[in-house]
């Protein structure tokens, strides 16, 4: 080891430290900026896989600016009609608006318009769905558990924003397939009891179309919602450096500290790197995967819709539920409230959206526990919170179902009735089935955990006994391994609440406090609790040597190989 | 009286539907013939359909459904049915083309219907850039509802669809406008003329044979397959990608 110390010269002693020094000393002195860039640039942040996820989402956003700013130059937000001239023969001389005109001429007339468009509309698609999926993993892991709350809470109006700024793009060109969307958008806004009319006639100018919404929507795409989303990315980042990284449990990490490598020069090598994989992921996508083809739509016009009309499949789940709705209407006071387009399409998107923002909050007044948290929790260790993060999945994926109803009608000659029959009924019963299946999963995962901790993992050596019975070899599981199983929180003993106080008066907030305690006991319903050190003691002891259980096979074991033999005997 | 006089002005000034010219009473006679083996055990002996007892119908009329009707149903394979079922599919056709006209012989000459349409109005090579324009916003305006926009076909309830165009002759979507096969409306010559007729069929056979502009097109079935490779192959890879990476620490050994 300490040959290995001395195989690095210090940077400053290094012939282009020593040129650099006079420049940056110059700019240290001017900026101060040095003892931050000493304490950030070694910045220690954790290794998985799942901790990139939200630089996915990064990365294609970055993407998505620099791809939009090409777009830019060339598009025109205006509803002006003008005839079309350009190279795309079938629209030869046809009556458009300049906004569809100029993506046109983006797609056939501009050198890499085309790859620069579908590269910008793959990277919107991904971004959404990567904020998708890093949402999930801090879900699943409990990473938004205090002191992350915040931050929590800056995500999902990120991915709210998200959703916004996506269809804000995908309305622009003016095609048929984008103003049909807008219209379904004219049509959740109408269906605001009492204000929806007044609403429209605000957002569009006038009545639908109008000729003020792709002018209005192109200021909101590419100057007010990226500039919020910067800002959010931004304050989403210094939070995340402020609580620094969390990290899963295993040997020397604790609440107190971070066990990984510095941002300099590891991560920087690794963030920088993925972000050129997405780049060029995203590029090749671009390149052979058509998306959005315009021209095949035509131009909007009112009067017209085609089949397989869909929203980009971030909307999918609103519009499946629009889709499955039964047809509910009532009249009150002389004005119609449309039920069949207002709950689908405004009450449950605010669902999700409340659930999710309230559920950090929910979660800790359930449970009790407001200590903070950095070390994440392995999903099967929380099955309740695990079950219904799987069960809210399974109800926005049966919404997609919804939405592509058509497609899947077509494609697998089924009945556009009974999928929607489905779905309606689905809705409701597959998040119920899913939650109990996902607990049951979980608890299972956690009766393994305990097997492996007490009885040893499984070592692939069979033995026969001298009367003919076979038995698996268990060998003891490694003490780092035992202390990553085992260092998640024990369960806490649920008491039922005080019904009266030391002098026999009913105990203030009582019926508050007795659905606190109900919910507790429903979230720790099931869950298998650690072994106890008794119980590995116990193990130990007086299981040794029988079938099925640890037998210490020495430094040299190393596993088996495929046929059984030990790798080294 | 009043009835009879307008009677017989209508059929007087009513425009003659041409009713296949060429048949001979050969032609007629050998499709008669076809007929009676191949479709009268649902359409009747007579052609005049098969009523159920709950009065729906085992096979419907044929009478006054015209050549065009025939020349579609047969000549895409839609006729005969394999089984029953919501709608009939395209399949490879039973008939030959000569018993195909022939069979649409017999029908034309039990009453007079929609002829199979002239050559010169499916002859896309007569459509100009101008007219092919027009065919298009005549498409979008009347056929992309149901159809989709480059008519890869879309769903309808029940289990009956619209199909897709791809692969189907200028004469057999002509006869479809003309005739409105099952779950279609007719869109007569009247409501649309020949020669629009052709332009949209020039448009969708344009749409259809230009290359896919862009990449692999996922069929023209719209944001669901964009959604479905956004999430396996972009999700799905850049996880891959993750993975790697991840797996690759600077302290990682690798022997």
């Known amino acids: 080891m300490s040959t290995t110390e001395q195989e690095y010269t210090p940077i400053q002693d290094t012939g282009f430290g020593k040129k650099a020094a006079g420049p940056v000393e110059w700019l240290d002195d001017r900026l101060g900026l040095a003892g931050v860039a000493k304490k950030n640039l070694r910045k220690v942040f954790p290794e998985h896989w799942s901790f990139m996820l939200g630089e996915i989402a990064l990365w294609s956003f970055v993407v998505l600016l620099l791809t939009g700013v090409f777009l830019t130059f060339w ?52 971004f959404v769905a990567a904020m998708m999926v890093h949402m999930l993993r801090v879900m699943f892991t409990g990473a938004y558990r205090k002191p992350r709350e915040i931050n929590w809470l800056i995500g999902l109006t990120l991915l709210l924003l998200g959703l916004v700024e996506g269809f804000a793009g995908y309305s622009l060109p003016d095609d048929l397939l984008s103003g049909t969307g807008l219209r379904f958008v004219d049509g959740l806004i109408r269906s605001i009891p009492l204000v929806g009319s007044y609403a429209e006639f605000f957002i569009f100018g006038g009545e639908f179309p109008g000729d003020e919404i792709i002018p209005r929507l192109y200021m909101a795409h590419i100057l007010l919602i990226p500039a919020l989303l910067l800002g ?25 500290n971070v066990v990984g490598y510095p941002m300099l020069p590891v991560y920087a090598a690794k963030a920088g790197g993925f972000f050129f994989v997405v780049f060029g992921f995203l590029a090749v996508m671009g390149a052979l995967l058509q998306i959005n083809p315009i021209w095949a739509y035509g131009p909007y016009n009112p009067s017209e819709v085609t089949a397989g009309s869909q929203p980009d499949w971030y909307m999918g789940f609103v519009e499946g539920a629009v889709r499955v709705m039964p047809n509910w209407e009532s009249t009150i006071f002389g004005s119609t409230v449309s039920w069949n387009v207002f709950i689908p399409g405004m009450i449950l998107p605010g669902i999700f959206l409340t659930v999710g923002m309230l559920w950090p909050f929910l979660e800790q007044w359930i449970t009790g526990d407001k200590r903070e948290h950095h070390l994440l929790e392995r999903p099967r260790n929380a099955p309740f919170r695990t079950a219904f993060i799987v069960a809210g999945m399974t109800a926005y994926a049966v919404l997609w179902i919804g939405g592509g109803n058509d497609i899947i009608a077509t494609k697998f000659g089924l009945s556009l009735n009974a999928i929607t029959r489905f779905v309606q009924v689905g809705f409701f019963v597959a998040p119920v089935i899913a939650f109990m299946v996902t607990k049951r999963i979980c608890i299972g995962l956690q009766r393994a955990d305990a097997n492996r901790i007490l009885h040893g993992y499984e070592t692939g050596v069979i033995e026969r006994t001298p009367d003919g019975g076979f ?41 508050v406090a007795k659905v606190q305690s109900w ?48 790798r080294v005997h | 009286m009043a009835l009879l006089v307008v009677g017989g002005v209508y059929t007087a000034v009513a425009p003659k539907p041409a009713t296949a010219e060429t048949a001979t009473t050969n032609d007629v006679e050998a499709g008669r013939q076809l007929f009676l083996v191949g479709c009268a055990s649902c ?17 419907p009329t044929l009478i006054g459904v015209g050549a065009a009707s025939v020349d579609f149903q047969v000549g895409t394979g839609r006729m005969p049915m394999a089984q029953t079922a919501p709608q009939a599919p ?25 002829a199979v349409p002239d050559g010169e109005y499916t002859d896309l090579d007569k459509a100009s850039v101008e007219d092919v324009r027009e065919g ?25 669809y619209a199909p897709t165009l791809k692969g189907v002759s200028a004469k057999h979507i002509a006869e479809a406008m003309i005739t409105g096969p099952q779950q279609m409306p007719v869109f007569s010559d009247d409501v649309i003329t020949p020669e629009d007729k052709r332009n949209i069929i020039a448009y969708v056979k344009q749409v259809q044979d230009q290359p896919n ?12 397959v964009d959604g479905l490779f956004t999430w396996v192959i972009g999700i799905g890879g850049l996880v891959i990608a993750a993975i790697w990476i991840g797996a690759h620490g600077a302290r990682v050994k690798k022997s």
């Open chain 1, 519 to 566: 919910l507790r006991a429903r979230y720790y319903d099931g869950a298998l609790d650690k072994p106890t050190v008794e119980d590995v003691h116990h193990a130990e002891e007086h299981l040794s040597g029988h079938d099925g259980h640890p037998v210490e096979l020495g430094d040299e074991f190393q596993g088996v190989s495929e046929t059984g033999i030990p």
């Open chain 1, 232 to 256: 959010l990315i931004g304050a989403h980042m210094l939070l995340l450096v402020f609580h620094k990284h969390t990290q899963w449990p295993g040997p020397g990490r604790t609440e107190k």
């Open chain 1, 75 to 126: 598009y025109q937000p205006s509803m002006t009609e003008v005839e079309y001239q350009g190279s795309y023969l079938p629209f030869n001389g046809l009556e458009m608006s300049s906004a569809y005109k100029s993506t046109l001429d983006i797609s056939f007339d501009i050198r890499g318009g085309l790859l620069i468009r579908q590269i910008h509309h793959w990277a919107a698609a991904l």
């Open chain 2, 43 to 59: 359409h009747g002996k007579n052609a005049a359909g098969i009523e159920t007892k709950r009065g729906g119908n085992y096979g």
């Open chain 2, 213 to 224: 502009y862009g990449g692999l097109a996922g069929g023209g079935l719209g944001p669901v």
């Open chain 2, 136 to 160: 298009g916003e005549l498409f979008r305006s009347n056929c992309t509802a149901c159809h989709n926009s480059v008519g890869a076909g879309g769903a309808m309830p029940g289990g009956k």
């Open chain 2, 90 to 114: 395209r399949k490879t056709p039973v008939y030959t083309a000569e018993e195909t006209r022939q069979l649409a012989a017999y029908i034309a000459s039990l009453s007079p219907g929609p």
């Open chain 1, 471 to 511: 038995s698996e070899r268990h060998a003891p599981l490694p003490a780092g391994s035992q202390y990553t199983l085992t260092a998640h929180d024990r369960l806490p003993a649920l008491e039922a609440p005080a019904e009266t106080d030391g002098n026999g008066v009913a105990a203030p907030h009582g019926r």
